[in-house]
């Protein structure tokens, strides 16, 4: 579970900005909440805000950061992501923290990053204990461009602790080019196949980094032609798009053969042919998977030796002429998108999804995220989202400490803050009282404004 993130020096944030998870006193929508280790997190967060505000940066910051974590510095574009309002702020460190609970046991993972010298500056794991104690799994930084790396934890054993100072001499002063610019977090888990003790534990902090998931409005659901051979998902997704009144009343699958002359179009025809061959022979044993841009097909010969795939079809009342899926609304097709976040996530993880509400009723994206509470509400599962809807700034949908708003500031920065400091009833009408300003984070226009002396000027 997430409990809090903070970020500084990323696009629109310039003085750190922080999101909170913890849950205030509020006695309302108790089923919102998990208690672990006497510590109340929330389940969700909703994001509110003007166009520009930042509210996408917020999702954005935690996107950019995983991808570091997971994946090193040189794999995410460093180029104008500072404070760019700001000219001399791409000498200045970007820094992002988080803030989690595994299990029982509560982290703190922080990492500075230098956009002028495109190296990581810093970098800490520490373990929380319940009497506030703080124990550093391990602590880099950067001195006078020399590189530190160490580890203050009790040992289980001297191997453990050999171990680690092995992992951590090639962070320390002669790091090389390639470890500046990745994660101890990465570099040991993957390293690492310790069942438990501190590698253990590190690499539970890192599968909870790559478990997170995250939906642009862009993002696109690869999986449907899977959906089509599984008769679970097929169930579900007609059980789910019956509910949501798309108008489908069942997701079906239909063997079809692969067109590869016309998948492979673009390729020389001899490495087709080579493609195709190796295509044939690998599915004589077992299904195979192949992925074509975003879509994943999983093939296997049918009886007559023919590689054939299922295609999604959906029945919208007539099983002799199905609609495929690029027949479907924007809406529907987002649907497809964001429905499989309720059946590949009950082992508990982190949802982002920026503009939830993207092609979607109000009263649609209102019944997703009761679902979603219903859904989720014996399991460790956090949903985080952007949206315009002001419907949804409902204290019978919400609680007040899940409702977050970000606004641009007068020197164009972000600034990030909870309704919960408003102190308002249970009873009270926030999204009028939202729409009049009452708590910022809405569009200023201009009153004097005239469009006829736009068009003359």
Same mark, same amino acid.
């Given at each position: ?8 020096? $990323? ?23 998990? @208690? ?13 805000? +003007? ?42 460190? %970007? ?11 509560? $982290?703190? $993972? ?41 580890? =203050? ?8 602790? $050999? ?25 040991? +888990? ?15 902090? /890192?599968?909870? *980094?790559?478990? @997170?998931?995250?939906? *642009?409005? =862009?993002?696109?659901? &690869?999986?449907?032609?899977?959906? +089509? ?23 079906? %699958? ?27 022979? +690998? ?20 009886? &007559? %030796?023919?590689?054939? /795939? ?28 964001? !429905?499989? !976040?309720?059946?590949?996530? %009950? ?58 708003? @970000? ?51």
């Amino acid at each position: 579970m997430l409990i809090g993130f903070s970020v500084s020096n $990323y696009k629109s944030f310039k003085e750190p900005q922080k999101i909170s998870f913890a849950a205030s006193k509020i006695t309302r929508h108790k089923e919102h909440i998990t @208690v672990k280790n006497n510590k109340r997190i929330l389940k969700s967060g909703l994001i509110f805000g +003007a166009n520009a505000g930042g509210k996408s940066n917020l999702v954005n910051a935690i996107h950019f950061s995983r991808e570091i974590i997971i994946n090193g510095l040189d794999k995410v574009n460093l180029n104008k992501s500072y404070f760019r309002i700001e000219s001399n702020m791409y000498k200045a460190p %970007g820094v992002f923290e988080y803030r989690i609970m595994l299990g029982d046991v509560e $982290y703190s $993972y922080g990492l500075v990053i230098s956009y002028i010298d495109k190296i990581i500056l810093s970098e800490w794991l520490i373990k929380m204990s319940s009497n506030g104690d703080e124990t550093y799994i391990f602590n880099r930084e950067v001195d006078q461009n020399i590189s530190h790396a160490e580890s =203050e934890i009790d040992y289980q054993n001297m191997e453990e602790k $050999y171990k680690m100072d092995f992992y951590l001499e090639g962070f320390s002063e002669n790091i090389s080019d390639a470890y500046k610019k990745k994660t101890i977090l990465s570099d040991i +888990a993957l390293r690492t196949t310790d069942k438990k003790g501190v590698f253990a534990e590190i690499r539970k902090v /890192y599968e909870w *980094f790559a478990s @997170v998931i995250i939906l *642009f409005p =862009e993002s696109k659901y &690869n999986g449907l032609n899977e959906v +089509a051979a599984d008769d679970d998902k097929k169930r579900f997704f007609s059980a789910l798009m019956n509910y949501f009144d798309t108008g489908i009343d069942s997701v079906e %699958g239909e063997s079809q053969q692969m067109d590869f002359d016309k998948i492979l179009d673009n390729i020389p025809r001899t490495e087709a042919e080579k493609i195709k061959v190796d295509i044939s022979n +690998a599915a004589n044993e077992h299904p195979i998977m192949f992925k074509v841009g975003e879509q994943i097909f999983i093939l296997h010969k049918d009886e &007559n %030796g023919n590689i054939v /795939y299922n295609k999604l079809l959906l029945n919208h009342g007539n099983l002799d002429d199905m609609f495929d899926y690029t027949d479907e609304s924007d809406g529907t097709k987002r649907l497809f998108d964001l !429905i499989p !976040i309720f059946y590949e996530n %009950g082992r508990g993880s982190l949802i982002l999804i920026d503009e939830i509400d993207r092609s979607l009723h109000t009263n649609l994206t209102r019944k997703f995220l009761e679902l979603f509470f219903e859904i989720v509400k014996d399991r460790e599962c956090q949903l985080v989202a952007t949206t315009h809807d002001s419907n949804l700034l409902d204290l019978e949908l919400l609680r007040q400490d899940e409702i977050w708003f @970000v606004e641009r500031q007068v020197d164009h920065s972000s600034k990030v803050f909870s309704l919960n400091k408003f102190k308002e009833r249970f009873d009270k009408k926030i999204d009028k009282e939202y729409l009049l300003g009452r708590y910022g984070a809405i569009p200023i226009f201009d009153d004097d404004f005239v469009l006829e002396a736009a068009y003359e000027e």
